[in-house]
Each structure stands twice: as C-alpha cells, then as structure tokens.
T-cell receptor, first 114, second 115 residues
C-alpha cells in the first residue's frame, strides 16, 4: 500500500510568518493529494487539494505544490494567524484504484504564536 | 455540502462488552465507507474499507472478528467493537467517498473509552 511521510511533526512560528509542511509518497500511481486541518477532538477538514496533473494550487493564504517526479508535495501557509494552530495532515490516494483508500501522513502540530 | 452523521460522539463501556458506531451519509450515497482509528497525538490509521453489500476489506493487523463492519445500505455503515478492552479506547472516525467525485467526507468521530 501507499506510504506517506510527513515532516516536521511539530512546527512553531510567529504570527505573520510562513509555515511549510512537506510530504513524500511511495506509490507512483497516487494522483490525488488532499490536505486536512484537524482541531482537537474534531473531524479533519479539507483545506486544499491537488491533482497529479497540476503542479501548484493556491487558495488565498494557502498553497500546495506537487513534484510528481520526486514524489513529494508541500503545504505553504503565508501570513499565519493564531487560528491556524492545529494539526495538519497530508494524504495521498490512487483515485483509479478499486478501493480508493486514503492514506494519511503522521501529522504536523502547527502552533502560531501571537 | 455532503454530510456524514456519526453516532455516538462519546461512549464509555465496560471491558468485555460490545459497542456499535454508526455513520450515515445524509444527502448522498456512500458507495464506500472508510473506518479510521486515531490515538492521541497520532495520525488517522485506516482500519478497513467497506463497500455496500459486500464484505469489508481490512488493513493488515486489524482483527476482522473484533471490529465488525456492516455496510447494509448506500447511506449506512456500522462499526462494532466486540469484547472491548481498555486498549481499544480511541477516537474512531468514518469517511465516505462520494461516488464520482473527488471528495471524502468525514464523520464527527466517536470517542470510545473502555473501563
């Protein structure tokens, strides 16, 4: 199955700074890469996603980049705010597979200090 | 948007008893439902994948006789933790794949505590 590695496990930044979280995946068939934000005790919330036919996608302060050759993708948050503090998970999936299982990275605890 | 309702949100049970967790897709048909377990400060670990009307596919290391999954209809999937033990205490969360779409919709999760 797919193996998704995520770094760093914890990240602390000052409000207004940028935060970058990186993930690698093992299955070259994976073609969809969502990012989720999870607050304590709550369900993961999709914040941005990217498909394999796109190299970069941006939504306001959040952007994701994908390098298919190197099998890695990254989440970039600019102008961070305290409310961005949460655990962020990357995930990968082969949308064409029969089961379509979504595999998650280990997560990154992001703390934004005011 | 798509909504998955998960119940109960919290449950405390005695060791040796069974607990059933339900996930319902409210406004779409969930052909496939995924069940995850999440320990404190850890990632979501996929336990099994269920498809409506067929047997669930379990991930390696997950006991299928302990974690019974039923996906009897396109809108309902259940996870039953049988003969629960304290080590089964965890946050269980379901996710439904929207047929034909790219999205995965998560339930709100169930905090299971076995005493």
């Amino acid at each position: 199955g797919e193996n998704v590695e995520q770094h760093p496990s914890t990240l602390s930044v000052q409000e207004g700074d940028s935060a970058v979280i990186k993930c690698t995946y093992s299955d070259s068939a994976s073609n969809y890469f969502p990012w989720y934000k999870q607050e304590l005790g709550k369900r993961p919330q999709l914040i941005i996603d990217i498909r394999s036919n796109v190299g970069e996608k941006k939504d306001q302060r959040i952007a994701v980049t994908l390098n298919k050759t190197a099998k890695h993708f990254s989440l970039h948050i600019t102008e961070t705010q305290p409310e961005d503090s949460a655990v962020y998970f990357c995930a990968a999936i082969d949308r064409g597979s029969t089961l379509g299982r979504l595999y998650f990275g280990r997560g990154t605890q992001l703390t934004v200090w005011p | 948007g798509a909504v998955v309702s998960q119940h109960p949100s919290r449950v405390i049970c005695k060791s040796g008893t069974s607990v059933k967790i339900e996930c319902r897709s409210l406004d779409f048909q969930a052909t496939t439902m995924f069940w995850y377990r999440q320990f404190p400060k850890q990632s979501l670990m996929l336990m099994a994948t269920s498809n409506e009307g067929s047997k669930a596919t379990y991930e390696q290391g997950v006991e299928k006789d302990k974690f019974l999954i039923n996906h009897a209809s396109l809108t309902l999937s259940t996870l039953t933790v049988t003969s629960a033990h304290p080590e089964d205490s965890s946050f269980y969360i379901c996710s439904a794949r929207q047929t034909g779409g790219y999205g995965y919709t998560f339930g709100s999760g169930t905090r299971l505590t076995v005493v």
